[in-house]
């Protein structure tokens, strides 16, 4: 059975390009982010946030944040339909707001809210747009929320390396190097798993 956490790491891939040769990522991942700070009982959370600093523009207009709910089943989803103020309290402050699923099938006819797109994974595992999530014009958000931002951003960047190596890229003469830190790939840090499957083909 899919799992929310299966979800999130398709998520990470998807929000993961990293600039041959560099480590300048275009996208910065942050997990389970939560409305304000505190542990108020009225906070909402979503399941993921990507920021992508490459969007361009005069003046950085095309900059984006996209928001993410993950639903694993179809009675996942219709609890979801039930409070339809419950994403609200965070898709406000966003350019995008994706619903994401393992299988589209969950998702009926005309069960998408305005304004909603729709993630799931293709043929080959990875996720696509099923239905493109259309820019919309968000509130400016406030300070409390930023940090909680910053705070998720930073929790999921230590984390990450639990769920999956970090890329890699390539230097100079297409030596390769770990996207995190580009040391000599594999990194034993950002890429643990790699670095074990090395250290045990050389004993």
């Given at each position: 059975?899919?799992?929310?956490?299966?979800?999130?790491n398709l998520?990470?891939?998807?929000?993961t390009?990293?600039?041959?040769?560099?480590?300048a990522?275009?996208?910065?991942r942050?997990?389970?982010?939560?409305?304000?700070?505190?542990?108020a009982?009225?906070?909402?959370?979503?399941d993921?946030?990507?920021g992508?600093?490459?969007?361009?523009?005069?003046?950085?207009?095309?900059?984006?944040?996209?928001?993410?709910?993950?639903?694993?089943?179809?009675?996942?989803?219709?609890?979801?339909?039930?409070?339809?103020?419950k994403?609200?309290a965070?898709?406000k402050y966003m350019?995008?707001?994706w619903?994401v699923?393992?299988?589209?099938?969950?998702?009926?006819?005309?069960?998408?809210?305005?304004?909603w797109?729709?993630?799931?994974?293709?043929a080959?595992?990875?996720?696509?747009?099923?239905?493109?999530?259309?820019?919309?014009s968000?509130?400016?958000?406030?300070l409390?929320?930023?940090?909680?931002?910053?705070?998720a951003?930073?929790?999921?960047?230590?984390?990450?390396?639990l769920?999956?190596?970090a890329?890699?890229?390539?230097?100079?003469?297409y030596a390769?190097?770990?996207?995190v830190?580009?040391?000599?790939?594999?990194?034993s840090?950002?890429?643990?798993r790699?670095?074990?499957d090395?250290?045990?083909?050389?004993?």
């Amino acid at each position: 059975m899919t799992t929310e956490r299966d979800m999130l790491n398709l998520l990470l891939d998807r929000y993961t390009a990293i600039r041959r040769g560099t480590i300048a990522d275009r996208w910065v991942r942050a997990e389970h982010v939560k409305s304000s700070l505190g542990y108020a009982d009225g906070d909402r959370i979503a399941d993921f946030v990507a920021g992508d600093k490459y969007g361009g523009g005069h003046a950085g207009e095309k900059l984006a944040l996209h928001g993410h709910e993950v639903k694993v089943s179809r009675s996942d989803w219709l609890t979801e339909l039930r409070d339809p103020n419950k994403a609200e309290a965070i898709k406000k402050y966003m350019h995008h707001w994706w619903l994401v699923v393992p299988d589209a099938s969950i998702v009926k006819p005309g069960e998408l809210p305005e304004g909603w797109g729709l993630l799931a994974p293709d043929a080959t595992g990875k996720l696509r747009a099923k239905k493109s999530a259309p820019r919309l014009s968000p509130e400016e958000p406030p300070l409390a929320f930023i940090i909680s931002l910053m705070s998720a951003a930073a929790r999921t960047a230590h984390r990450e390396p639990l769920h999956r190596d970090a890329p890699v890229t390539f230097g100079r003469r297409y030596a390769p190097h770990c996207g995190v830190c580009m040391t000599a790939s594999p990194c034993s840090i950002h890429q643990p798993r790699a670095a074990a499957d090395l250290a045990s083909s050389a004993a």
